[in-house]
């Protein structure tokens, strides 16, 4: 039974990281001063907190399945590896941006949503057919 609710509260974060993720890609790519501090907003209330406990509960449920030795999970952690890393990119831009006032908007940001969507697409497809 704990290992469903841990499993629900993963999925909840997961939700919750991809959603703070779009809103930053897409406030990054506005020049409005408003929907860049809407986007460090979703950063800091949204995907940082989410991205925490997807990296505390994911690890948790791959202990408790003996998931470890699994090539899809190896897989899968590479893809949650980059989205990861996107999120840091993006937030530290976002910092910048709003530190220095820049009107331009990063090809970052331009980028960003379409290799989270990729990413978490790939994702859920090893997570669901758990492939090798």
């Known amino acids: 039974m704990l290992y469903l609710w841990i499993k629900a509260v993963h999925l909840i974060a997961v939700m919750t990281f991809i959603a703070g993720m779009v809103t930053m890609a897409l406030g990054g790519r506005l020049a409005q001063p408003e929907w860049r501090r809407i986007a460090r907003r979703a950063d800091y209330g949204l995907a940082s907190p989410a991205l925490i406990v997807v990296w505390v509960s ?3 449920l791959a ?3 003996n998931w470890w030795s ?3 999970l190896m897989a899968k952690l ?3 590896i980059v989205v990861s890393a996107l999120h840091g990119r993006m937030s530290g831009t976002l910092r910048r941006l709003e530190r220095d006032g820049a009107t331009a908007s990063p090809s970052l940001f331009m980028r960003a949503l379409p290799v ?3 990413s978490m697409a790939i994702i859920v497809a090893l997570v669901i057919v758990k492939p090798f």
């Open 116 to 118: 989270t969507w990729v």
């Open 70 to 72: 699994a090539p899809w």
């Open 78 to 80: 590479v893809f949650v």
């Open 58 to 60: 994911g690890p948790a």
């Open 63 to 65: 202990i408790m399945a």
